[in-house]
């Protein structure tokens, strides 16, 4: 029966073979195959032969007291709100396929047998699969550097995202600063490797980062533009009304809006 949850799950099929049914989508899943939902999504599986699933299931909250650097968590909570809501394997990258799956035996072992330290080594190895996860969907989101782009250009966008809360960390003196290139030659390297300006990017980005906010999070609205870096509310309003059309107060409740219950 097609359900939704209020937290995140990742499903990793271990043996066995059907389809994965999610927003209204199909797709034939086979062992090693790795699906993330998240609250957002309606789901349910048919099973065609014998079918044994992993599931990890896990919150905001477990991100938070995961032992992550705070900057890191934001950023993984960004990732994941952002899947694509689509069917399919989430795994992109081959390596990451040959990775998890002894990580999933080694979360198996350890709940089966009790060791000393067992619960610390779960949580580290969650971490890491949450991890590989989030890499994997961030190589699919609009506006990323795909893996043949310059070791340089991937540590400017990661340098971005690091910084994304300190206004002044993001003006391209400061980017060309810590990365000793001239603005003008940033400014054509980063369009070059990314498809857009680095305003652009730094804009979208940002954006997107407050629209999870106003959707996920019961911060006031004072507190998010404290977050981001914005001299006061009137300045965040601003801003975000010439992104969205909407103030901030105005889209929280448009995405807020109650949905029609699940037959």
């Given at each position: 029966?097609?359900?939704q ?33 998240t ?46 809501h ?77 910084n ?34 680095l ?65």
């Amino acid at each position: 029966m097609e359900h939704q949850h209020n937290f995140f799950e990742l499903v990793y099929v271990i043996s066995g073979t059907g389809k994965q049914y999610i927003n209204k989508s199909n797709f034939s899943y086979h062992p090693r195959h790795m699906f993330l939902l998240t609250p957002e999504d309606s789901h349910s599986f048919e099973i065609e032969t014998t079918t044994e699933f992993f599931f990890l299931q896990f919150n905001d909250i477990w991100l938070k007291n995961s032992g992550l650097l705070t900057d890191n968590v934001k950023r993984l909570e960004f990732i994941l709100q952002n899947a694509s809501h689509k069917p399919g394997c989430i795994l992109c990258n081959q390596r990451d396929k040959s990775l998890v799956g002894p990580m999933v035996d080694a979360i198996k072992q350890e709940f089966d047998h009790r060791d000393v330290y067992d619960k610390e080594l779960i949580q580290q190895l969650v971490n890491t699969i949450i991890i590989i996860v989030a890499r994997n969907i961030a190589m699919q989101l609009p506006g990323q550097m795909d893996m043949g782009t310059e070791e340089k250009a991937m540590d400017i966008l990661q340098y971005i995202q690091r910084n994304i809360y300190y206004p002044e960390k993001l003006k391209a003196e400061a980017i060309s600063n810590s990365f000793g290139i001239s603005e003008a030659y940033l400014g054509k390297y980063f369009k070059k490797h990314a498809n857009e300006t680095l305003q652009q990017y730094i804009t979208n980005y940002k954006t997107k980062l407050i629209e999870h906010r106003l959707q996920f999070s019961d911060k006031r609205l004072n507190e998010i533009a404290d977050e981001f870096g914005f001299t006061d509310e009137s300045h965040f309003n601003k801003y975000f009304r010439k992104q969205k059309t909407h103030s901030p107060k105005e889209y929280r409740k448009l995405v807020r809006l109650p949905q029609p219950a699940l037959n």
